[in-house]
């Protein structure tokens, strides 16, 4: 069993930057796919960024040159680092870690990119 911790979410005006955190109970960043997905209200899941196991990042057209997923293996920790955040940003976003048949999900963290 593998838990995941999101943290890093908040308040923040258009234009504006947040970092992101997703804690693993135990080390699987070198064994899992780990990924950042957000939804939004009324709309369904989506893919935001991803990190493979040997550490190729793909990200959506959306995000594409405004975020960046990071991992620390030492920390067990995943990042998703957002700038020039935009309203269409706001959702809650949550971590994933992937491998075969396995999918864990973090508890989500809330981004709201308002003025």
């Known amino acids: 069993q593998v838990q995941l911790v999101d943290s890093g979410g908040g308040l923040v005006q258009p234009g504006g930057s947040l970092r992101l955190s997703c804690a693993a109970s135990?080390?699987?960043?070198?064994?899992?796919?780990m990924g950042w997905y957000r939804q939004a209200p009324g709309k369904q899941r989506e893919l935001v960024a991803v990190i493979s196991i040997g550490g190729n990042t793909n990200y959506s057209d959306s995000v594409k040159g405004r975020f960046t997923i990071s991992r620390d293996n030492a920390k067990n920790t995943v990042y998703l680092k957002m700038d020039s955040l935009k309203p269409e940003d706001t959702a809650v976003y949550y971590c994933n870690a992937a491998r075969a048949f396995m999918s864990y999900w973090g508890q989500g963290t809330q981004v709201t990119v308002s003025s």
């Open positions: 135990r080390n699987i960043l070198s064994t899992y796919a």
